[in-house]
């Protein structure tokens, strides 16, 4: 059974440039949600992708946009870098149904702006 | 404002020791998750409990849910140095919306 991977591990962008990050499923989850943390902080909810569509939506501006693929991977695209952006993206894959919720996690990508 | 409180926020304890970490939420939720995080890593499910009065446990944790109070509990027994990492409960902001609140989290340091 594969994991949920992400891509990049690590990236560095300045203020202003956009940004695009990858998610891979894992094995049989239909569900990606992405979350944002920062340093010492819990993860924040970005948004939820389901069969293609946006599926609930955090707080967060429109600059943050994603998509999902037909074979579930995901995208988070992330527009006008500010550099409060500077934190570890998660993206978590889940299965529904069942819905228990579970979240099963990446290794993340960290993304620093300077 | 839904709010996801967890105490301690520190937690430094000695090995062979018993401590319990709290979490109360101010969601209608009667889901509640619990995630362990080591430093650098990302997020590793650890228990979910689907119900009022659900208790899991694994090896020396054991979480349990009390939806009317809006508390979880995640219990340590004679804790282990491998059990040093950050711990974060999760519920669901409002059922069916799949929009998760983490908790502050709770940074245990196990001393040997």
């Known amino acids: 059974e594969t994991g949920v991977t992400q891509s990049p591990t690590h990236l560095i962008k300045t203020r202003g440039q956009q940004v695009t990050l990858r998610c891979s499923s894992q094995s049989g989850h239909n569900t990606v949600s992405w979350y944002q943390q920062a340093l010492g902080q819990g993860p924040q909810f970005i948004f939820q992708?389901?069969?293609?569509?946006?599926?609930g939506r955090g707080n967060f501006p429109p600059r943050f946009s994603g998509l999902q693929f037909p074979n579930y991977s995901s995208e988070l695209n992330v527009n006008a870098l500010e550099l409060d952006d500077s934190a570890l993206y998660l993206c978590?894959?889940?299965?529904?149904?069942?819905?228990?919720?579970?979240?099963?996690f990446g290794e993340g990508s960290r993304l620093t702006v300077l | 404002e839904l709010k996801v409180e967890q105490n301690p926020l520190f937690l430094s304890m000695q090995e062979g020791k018993n401590y319990t970490i709290y979490c109360n939420y101010s969601t209608t939720s009667d889901r509640l998750y619990w995630y362990r995080q080591d430093p650098g890593k990302s997020l590793e499910s650890l228990f979910v409990?689907?119900?009022?009065?659900a208790v899991k446990q694994e090896g020396r944790l054991m979480a349990s849910l009390d939806t009317k109070a809006r508390l979880s509990t995640l219990h340590i027994t004679a804790a282990v140095h491998d059990l040093s990492a950050t711990y974060f409960c999760a519920v669901e902001a409002v059922p069916g919306t799949y929009k998760y609140i983490f908790g502050t989290g709770t940074r245990l340091k196990v001393l040997a």
């Open positions: 978590a894959s889940s299965s529904n149904p069942p819905h228990t919720g579970e979240l099963f």
């Open positions: 409990l689907l119900s009022n009065g």
């Open positions: 992708y389901y069969r293609e569509e946006e599926n």
